[in-house]
């Protein structure tokens, strides 16, 4: 089913970004405005909201689309995939990770293969965590489907 993010979803996410740029101060500066100001954009106290221009600012610094991504499959609707499938499918990404950055290590020497496939794995990681976050972020309190099923 296709959806919005709620404003909630949003700063969440953009607060993800901005941890992912370096912080509020980095941020202010990729921005030309007041860490102040991040901090009151990721705030879910605070009415203002992260622009499209800023999100995608900070998304280009990141190198991921944290906020433009998760809008995209929740148009999308790929709700699907429930949070405890989200939740393996990254841990097995993260697995892989952990297996390229020891073979990468094992020789004692990095070649730029090794390089670009740890960068590979470990974006593939990020996109999977992102995922279950996504859905983690859509629960909603009440009776799960897992009770009294087997």
Sequence with gaps: MSRALTDGEIKALFRQLVKACGGVEACGVELACKHQ???LL?????????SFRQILT???VAG??????AAAR???GEEDETLSAAVVD??????????????????GERTE???????????????????AADAAARLKPGKTGSRGAG
Excluded: F
């Excluded at 990721?42 to 992260?50: L, S």
């Design 113 to 131: 293969a090794e390089i670009r496939n740890v960068q590979h794995v470990t974006q593939k990681a990020l996109r999977e965590i992102q995922e």
């Design 64 to 69: 991921s689309p944290i906020v433009t991504g």
């Design 42 to 50: 990721q705030n879910i106290n605070a009415p203002d909201m992260p």
């Design 90 to 107: 990254a841990v097995q990404a993260a697995a892989e990770a952990l297996g390229a950055v020891h073979a990468m290590e094992a020789d």
């Design 37 to 39: 100001r991040v901090s």
């Design 74 to 76: 929740a148009i999308e």
């Design 58 to 60: 900070l998304e280009a």
